[in-house]
């Protein structure tokens, strides 16, 4: 049985439907998958941005202290459920994060208060800095989110317009764990056009 990693910054919509489809697939098909922080905010640091790309890089370098902080607290177990309650909360809800939506997401995951004081915290930013290089390190490349890893084969992607449905879900993991079993496979793509649905 394959071992998935999937690398990801919450604040990325496409990886959000990643990990929707990704999680589904694989409780149907009993694949170990895990999900781990990686840092748009740290890969594009010192690029020119525009404004919306640089809210987008200051809520990636929040939430990558809080992520940090909570793995430190938890181990890396405790990424996955806080996932699941913030990403609820900015991409299907499209909510903005106040302080009470960010305790309430603590508290869903048994999570001291006392961490939402991370997101602005930059003593908490070396260690996303070692997480963000541990998705670069895996891939052997610089690559934004997601990435997966596959018994150590690792992918830019795969990137998702919409979550597909359970039977499709399944086969487009079959295809991907195919994929990563063939040592010469380097790279698929096709265009893709403005954000993702994001089903509720």
Not at 19 to 48: F, I, K
Not at 150 to 175: C, K, M, Y
Request: net charge negative.
């Amino acid at each position: 049985m394959a071992d998935v990693d999937l690398y990801l910054d919450p604040v990325c919509p496409f990886s959000w439907v990643t990990a929707r489809w990704l999680r589904d697939a694989a409780q149907s098909t009993h694949t170990p998958v895990a999900l781990r922080q990686m840092s748009l905010a740290v890969l594009n640091e010192g690029e020119d941005t525009d404004a919306k790309q640089q809210r987008m890089m200051e809520r990636s370098t929040r939430l990558g202290r809080l992520f940090a902080a909570a793995v430190a607290e938890r181990g890396p177990d405790a990424f996955a459920g806080l996932y699941d309650s913030i990403g609820r909360r900015i991409h299907v809800r499209q909510e903005d994060l106040t302080a009470a939506g960010i305790r309430e997401a603590l508290a869903e995951n048994g999570l001291e208060e006392r961490l939402a004081e991370a997101l602005d915290d930059s003593g908490f930013d070396e260690a996303v800095k070692r997480a963000h290089q541990a998705s670069q390190d895996a891939l052997g490349d610089e690559a934004g989110s997601p990435i997966i890893a596959i018994d150590g084969h690792a992918f830019s992607g795969p990137v998702l317009t919409r979550t597909p449905n359970t039977q499709d879900g399944i086969r487009l993991l079959e295809a991907v764990l195919t994929i990563a079993g063939v040592p010469e496979f380097a790279e698929l793509q096709r265009p893709h056009q403005g954000p993702p649905t994001i089903d509720a």
